[in-house]
């Protein structure tokens, strides 16, 4: 007989629910778990913003859990709130995924193009309707506040907003769902802000422009905690034509459990933790914000929409969830950024058909993931297709793109140095940079002097062969790390480039003479050397430029042999790292 779906484990469902993924956290040493009282308001976001802004590697952050929360009042509320739990770092994004780092992008891209239908199971057997409350309930302390919703900018924001709020709504032309993550301002017991990303064009959005042309307010489900792939797939940005939950099923091979929803004619997912339902006013706006924003500054009071709820459902043991989304880094965009770079892939690679894609990259730290985007491609690839990467990377979107540089795989697109090296010695502005005009101004400060924006697409890739990067050979710098530790040293953490290789200018004399250095026989060097001396030459004329000793042009490293050892590791996060 069929188990049920509170009997469901997650090898039965193909994925964890929020739950399991605590426990998963828990036993990976990736959850610091807060038993005294934080009062939601003014120290919860704040205390886990260090873990951002205070100089803690990636790889050290974990995610929180609250079990004692308290509000300015003093009230003390029966649910936890999970901050950080999705992508505090890169191993909690991968536990939620369930598959391995290196696997995270191709997930996505095969997701994305063999969504699954999900499966309906019944009202009565899906947990988040374990509790249900409705008309004068939400009045009397079971509406909206008695969610635990913490105020992430305390100081600024003018009321607590559920930050990590999966908005689902339906096109009533025909009846396909959207879900996308909005923020949604905490404004009465039975009432929520409703602000999409109208320069985004989300689905949401859409949605509403559809319900206000047949002069109907529009059915909204908000969704606070879910199984991970659910709040995974809730900012990616997919075709219209597709419902969220099938590429949640696409993530893990399996349909998402879904059920209708209480008062609004919506499915949600069965395992979502709290539901909040209701009626968006297509007729009205109301004001809304102040808000700090992922863009790094406070988006000031606009007018909005708002939602006026329904009902509250959830589950006995309901976990809030709460993500650090201002200034990037943060958890939010940690979740966005492999599905973005991932539709960013595929859309260079299977729609456009170019080849030589090696690697699309998201600038995260303070610029939120669509300003900033590096492309690294392969050193054979056409100037051409470099150009056509570099075109398509800026139309993908409409506000995506405004710095879109080309780079060559010895650049860690992560490493802004190496990226402003590689532009530095790499491109020539009145040769390798183009303005592209006539762009939205997309998500940040607008502007009320001028609303258009513009990109500036640069290639700063190798056009032809270079003299080798000047640091110590591998084999130096591996044997030299060896001491470090020997000494007792931190550990190393190396940022590309951490030794020197050959970019298609060295040749058999010049490597002859780099190993007499190395041998302490440098004095037979300087014999040979004295015995061309000329007196016809003017200073800094370049010895290959005469042929004299160096090997003509044919017989170079074509550019495609340059030995960028181990630079193309998958991971590109090299370490030296000490000996067991």
């Known amino acids: 007989?069929?188990?049920?779906?509170?009997?469901?484990?997650?090898?039965?469902?193909?994925?964890?629910?929020?739950?399991?993924?605590?426990?998963?956290?828990?036993?990976?040493?990736?959850?610091?778990?807060?038993?005294?009282?934080?009062?939601?308001?003014?120290?919860?976001?704040?205390?886990?913003?260090?873990?951002?802004?205070?100089?803690?590697?990636?790889?050290?952050?974990?995610?929180?859990?609250?079990?004692?929360?308290?509000?300015?009042?003093?009230?003390?509320?029966?649910?936890p709130v999970l901050v950080g739990g999705l992508a505090a770092n890169s191993a909690v994004y991968k536990l939620g995924m369930g598959c391995e780092l290196d696997e995270i992008k191709e997930t996505w891209i095969k997701a994305l193009n063999n969504p699954i239908d999900p499966s309906e199971v019944p009202f009565d057997e899906a947990p988040c309707h374990e509790l249900v409350y409705e008309g004068e309930d939400l009045l009397n302390g079971f509406g909206v506040d008695q969610i635990p919703v913490p105020i992430s900018s305390p100081g600024w924001d003018n009321a607590p907003y559920f930050a990590a709020s999966h908005f689902i709504t339906k096109d009533p032309n025909n009846g396909i769902q959207n879900m996308g993550n909005y923020r949604a301002m905490v404004k009465a017991p039975n009432r929520v802000g409703f602000n999409p990303s109208i320069e985004l064009r989300t689905g949401g959005y859409m949605h509403w422009e559809e319900w206000k042309k047949i002069g109907k307010p529009m059915p909204c489900a908000i969704v606070i905690g879910a199984p991970p792939i659910v709040s995974f797939t809730a900012v990616q940005k997919v075709p219209e034509k597709y419902d969220e939950f099938q590429v949640s099923g696409g993530l893990c091979g399996k349909p998402l459990n879904v059920v209708k929803a209480k008062t609004v004619d919506i499915l949600v997912p069965a395992e979502a933790e709290i539901v909040i339902e209701g009626y968006i006013s297509t007729d009205l706006l109301e004001p809304e914000a102040p808000f700090g924003e992922s863009h790094g500054h406070v988006n000031l009071q606009e007018y909005n929409g708002f939602m006026d709820v329904t009902a509250v459902t959830r589950r006995e043991n309901a976990v809030m969830v709460s993500w650090v989304s201002q200034v990037t880094p943060s958890e939010s965009s940690a979740i966005k950024r492999p599905a973005y770079e991932a539709a960013q892939i595929e859309h260079l690679r299977d729609h456009l058909g170019i080849k030589g894609i090696k690697h699309v990259c998201t600038h995260e730290p303070l610029t939120s993931l669509h300003k900033l985007i590096i492309a690294v491609v392969d050193r054979e690839m056409p100037r051409t297709e470099i150009w056509r990467a570099l075109y398509g990377i800026a139309s993908l979107r409409r506000a995506e793109g405004k710095w879109v540089i080309a780079v060559n795989e010895d650049i860690d697109p992560d490493d802004t140095n190496a990226v402003f090296w590689a532009m530095s010695y790499r491109c020539k502005p009145h040769r390798d940079v183009e303005i592209l005009k006539n762009k939205d101004e997309g998500h940040g400060p607008r502007s009320l002097q001028d609303s258009n924006d513009s990109a500036v697409l640069i290639d700063a890739t190798l056009k032809e062969t270079y003299p080798p990067v000047s640091l110590p050979k591998r084999e130096y710098m591996e044997g030299a790390a060896d001491i470090w530790y020997e000494l007792g040293l931190p550990k190393l953490k190396p940022q590309r480039p951490w030794y020197g290789y050959d970019m298609g200018e060295w040749n058999e004399d010049l490597e002859t003479m780099a190993q007499r250095a190395v041998k302490g026989e440098y004095w037979q060097t300087g014999e040979i050397i004295a015995q061309k001396r000329r007196g016809d030459l003017k200073m800094n004329t370049e010895v290959r430029t005469l042929g004299e000793g160096t090997p003509g042009a044919g017989d170079r490293k074509e550019k495609g042999e340059l030995t960028w050892d181990g630079l193309k590791d998958a991971s590109h996060s090299l370490r030296v790292q000490p000996k067991e």
């Open 1 to 79: 007989m069929a188990k049920s779906i509170r009997e469901q484990t997650a090898a039965d469902r193909g994925y964890v629910d929020l739950h399991e993924h605590i426990v998963a956290l828990r036993e990976a040493g990736l959850l610091f778990e807060v038993d005294r009282e934080i009062n939601k308001d003014t120290e919860m976001h704040p205390l886990v913003r260090w873990q951002y802004r205070g100089g803690i590697e990636e790889e050290d952050r974990k995610a929180w859990l609250f079990n004692s929360v308290t509000d300015a009042k003093g009230r003390k509320y029966d649910i």
